[in-house]
Nanobody, 125 residues
Framework: QVQVAESGGGLVQAGGSLRLSCTTFGLPMDGYAMAWFREVPGQEREGIACNGRSTTSTYYDDSVKGRFTISRDNAKNTLYLQMNSLKPEDTAQYYC??????????????????WGQGTQVTVSS
């Protein structure tokens, strides 16, 4: 059984930073593109950052480009999202999953629909 567990969210002031982590169980990350998605109530879940199978290729939505960095440690089956210069509009529930990446919007689409509970990020102004 494949499971995904996100962590690291919290409440932060605008301009602050957070580092999200996502660990997978049951299906090694190695060999798959992985991505971070976020969802705001009433809106669709959207892919915002994607790390390709080669791990050196990365794709970012324009809304986070230059502020967020996606990375991974395959040995730990863990995906990271370093979020800097946070803005109130970054407030959302954040998820990670196996994905396919794209250089055009949306930069990521779920591959298998394995989802965890997500982690809430709240940015105050």
């Amino acid at each position: 059984q494949v499971q995904v567990a996100e962590s690291g969210g919290g409440l932060v002031q605008a301009g602050g930073s957070l580092r999200l982590s996502c660990t997978t169980f049951g299906l090694p990350m190695d060999g798959y593109a992985m991505a971070w998605f976020r969802e705001v109530p009433g809106q669709e879940r959207e892919g915002i950052a994607c790390n390709g199978r080669s791990t050196t290729s990365t794709y970012y939505d324009d809304s986070v480009k230059g502020r967020f960095t996606i990375s991974r440690d395959n040995a730990k089956n863990t995906l990271y999202l370093q979020m800097n210069s946070l803005k109130p509009e970054d407030t959302a529930q954040y998820y990670c999953t196996y994905a396919s990446c794209s250089s055009s919007r949306p930069v990521a689409k779920s591959l298998f629909n394995y989802w965890g509970q997500g982690t809430q990020v709240t940015v105050s102004s």
